[in-house]
């Protein structure tokens, strides 16, 4: 069973910076790709980072290029999202998710494709805040 945990949220001044982290368990790490979304109330669920644990590649969406990395630690089955230059605009809950490299929906990641991103993945995790003041 795919178990992912979120950690790293909280709340932040425009401009300011905050580091997530997705800790994941029952997976062969290697063998699949791990998305960070976000969810506003209101709002749909929407791609912010994707990478792939393979080969490291990576696809972001346009609004966060340039502000947010997304890196892999695979010897710690991780993956971060480092986020600089905070917008309120950023404000959301943020999730996790992980699917095998086959199925991942990559189109999901740019962010402007929005449809049932939460059923076009099978596994979560719970979520963490992240507040933008201005």
């Known amino acids: 069973e795919v178990q992912l945990v979120e950690s790293g949220g909280g709340s932040v001044q425009a401009g300011g910076s905050l580091r997530l982290s997705c800790s994941a368990s029952?997976?062969?790490?290697?063998?699949?790709?791990i998305g960070w979304f976000r969810q506003a109330p209101g709002k749909e669920r929407e791609g912010v980072a994707c990478i792939s644990s393979s080969d490291g590649s990576t696809s972001y969406a346009y609004s966060v290029k340039g502000r947010f990395t997304i890196s892999s630690d695979n010897a710690k089955n991780s993956v971060y999202l480092q986020m600089d230059n905070l917008k309120p605009e950023d404000t959301a809950v943020y999730y996790c998710?992980?699917?095998?490299?086959?199925?991942?929906?990559?189109?999901?990641?740019?962010?402007?494709?929005?449809?049932?991103?939460?059923?076009?993945?099978?596994?979560w995790g719970q979520g963490t805040q992240v507040t933008v003041s201005s």
């Open positions: 029952g997976i062969t790490f290697d063998d699949y790709a």
């Open positions: 998710t992980a699917d095998r490299l086959s199925n991942f929906r990559w189109v999901y990641c740019s962010g402007s494709y929005v449809y049932r991103a939460r059923q076009a993945f099978g596994s």
